[in-house]
């Protein structure tokens, strides 16, 4: 796989990307000077970059505007990203991008284009690896903090030959899915998804195979956090001698349907039927 072809990006969306606000901002917190500094000496020792000194200037002045942290967040990115084959431009309006948003973000960013473009792990080629990084940080729409830990956990999980060891492929598809999921998910979604499918592959559970126990765990997880502990309890309820004694195909239903069960909202009382008024 050629991983060193360059990558056209779509300035213009990026470039809306770099005015979201970061959430770290505060009057108090926003070492400028630091910044610019740090950004302007970083460039200049760039000889690959050959950007004209106003140039430098201008841009060291953009990067200090993501107040604290910003420099090292575009150093991170940079770094990353022009170490990758990605043409400098783009990799500088990348890291502009990050300069302004949150460490957490940052991290979060790093970690997926690197897991997502590394050959140990899913191998994907830079177009793909960037496309997902961006994804799953500035563009994710849900809680950011548990996003690096669940997407490292699940392409870890996936791709070890003691575990799932799917194609590569297939597992970016998986990690990237399965943590958009956890959107609503609070402490992250990859430890549950693992235990549960742990449960439905094991001869205390349905034992089902491979495929069938990936299929319904991740329906279980797509319902929400508390559907697994549904699951569970509805399903052992339902096999069990002592409580409906179903078989194991009437007892799986059973148990998705309770895991997939929604909070009904209350309908809103009707109004009582006025009588017609009586003509005199």
């Known amino acids: 796989m050629n991983k060193f072809f360059l990558l056209s990006i779509t300035v ?71 170490h990758s084959g990605l043409a400098s431009n783009d990799s500088i309006a990348t890291a502009l991008i990050f300069s302004k948003r949150s460490d957490q973000e940052t991290d979060t960013f790093t970690t997926v ?14 177009r793909s690896a960037m496309k997902l990084a961006l994804a799953l940080s500035v563009e994710f729409s849900g809680d950011i903090a548990p996003v690096r830990d669940d997407f490292s956990k699940l392409v ?21 899915r399965l943590t958009k999921i956890g959107t609503h998910w609070r402490g992250g979604v990859a430890e549950p998804f693992m235990e549960l499918l742990d449960y439905t592959r094991s001869s205390k559970g349905p034992g089902l195979i491979l495929g069938q126990a990936l299929a319904l765990t991740e329906e279980v997880i797509a319902a929400g956090p508390g559907a697994p502990d549904n699951f ?48 005199p």
């Open 113 to 126: 284009f690197k897991m997502s473009f590394l050959e140990e792990y899913l191998d994907l080629d830079l």
């Open 156 to 176: 870890n999980f996936c791709v070890r030959k003691s575990d799932l060891n799917l194609p590569r492929p297939q597992c970016a598809t998986f990690a990237a």
């Open 12 to 82: 213009f969306h990026l470039s809306l990307l770099s005015f979201l606000p970061n959430p770290a901002w505060s009057a108090q917190n926003c070492s400028t000077a630091k910044e610019f500094i740090t950004s302007l000496e970083f460039l200049r020792g760039e000889k690959d970059l050959a950007i004209p000194e106003n140039q430098t200037l201008r841009l060291a002045n953009q990067i200090a505007e993501g107040c604290t942290g910003a420099a090292q967040r575009f150093i991170r990115v940079y770094g990353i990203l022009a």
């Open 232 to 279: 569970l309890q509805a399903y052992r309820y339902a096999i069990s001698p002592k409580g409906l004694t179903m078989t194991q195909q009437d007892a799986l239903a059973f148990a998705r349907k309770m895991a997939n069960r929604k909070l009904v909202p209350e309908k809103e009382a009707e109004e009582p039927l006025k009588e017609n008024p009586r003509k």
